[in-house]
């Protein structure tokens, strides 16, 4: 009987919200939330991200995985053919960069500015770039690669809309370290391991033929869904 009496006191107290339920009641879940966003990366591109707030009580952050796809200027023609190729020049370069970044942030709330909801955000980030030097009439045609790892942060709002979508203002900068530089069969590391240099060619030679990462500002603007 006593047993009883203690249990429906208990289940009384839960379903009456008082100070006693709400410390021993179990918190909400996280919040999901995703979206789309354009703007500038090095050059116009978009990208797709999820966050996942709340994620524990009493934990303050915010966490993001976005993956973006920008497009960017490839680097110099000429060089990048002397530097990876050879000393050739016939042919009409045609020349297109790309770049796939993945990231991940932890977004803190502020204030500042005025603006109701402004978050600081930073994180690592991981960049694939990938340039293409065409010479039409010349039978060249070859990727320069690099994969690189980088460190990033920044500021943005959000502006409700309604009561599930958001605006998003970001401004931000990313810094990536140096890495191998391979194309056609010739490869430049920035430790000097290289394969195949060309004529004397270094590191230093291929970093400068080709507009790989290395400090980027990053302007975007989109919308969330929170779920």
Not at 60 to 82: C, H, I, K, Q, W
Not at 100 to 126: S, T
């Amino acid at each position: 009987m006593l047993r009883s009496t203690i249990v429906i006191a208990a289940l009384v107290l839960l379903a009456s919200g008082s100070p006693l339920a709400q410390a021993i009641s179990p918190a909400s879940g996280p919040v999901v939330s995703g979206g789309l966003e354009i703007g500038y990366f090095g050059g116009p591109g978009f990208q797709a991200f999820g966050t996942l707030s709340s994620v524990a009580d009493g934990f303050p952050m915010d966490l993001r995985l976005a993956l973006g796809y920008t497009r960017v200027e490839p680097g110099l023609s000429a060089e990048a053919r002397r530097v990876f190729i050879n000393d050739a020049t016939n042919g009409i370069p045609e020349e297109s960069g790309r770049q796939m970044d993945f990231r991940m942030d932890m977004l803190y709330p502020v204030q500042v500015l005025g603006f109701k909801r402004a978050y600081v955000f930073g994180g690592p980030r991981h960049v694939r770039f990938v340039s293409n030097f065409r010479y039409i009439g010349g039978n060249e045609d070859f990727d320069v690669r690099s994969n690189q790892w980088g460190l990033g942060g920044g500021l943005e709002s959000h502006f409700a809309v309604s009561r599930t979508i958001d605006l998003v203002v970001q401004f931000g900068l990313d810094y990536y370290f140096e890495s191998t530089l391979s194309g056609h069969d010739t490869k430049y590391s920035p430790d000097g391991d290289n394969a195949n240099g060309r004529d004397g060619y270094t590191y230093e030679d291929a970093d400068e033929a080709i507009d790989q990462p290395k400090i980027e500002p990053r302007i975007m603007m989109g919308f969330a869904y929170n779920f």
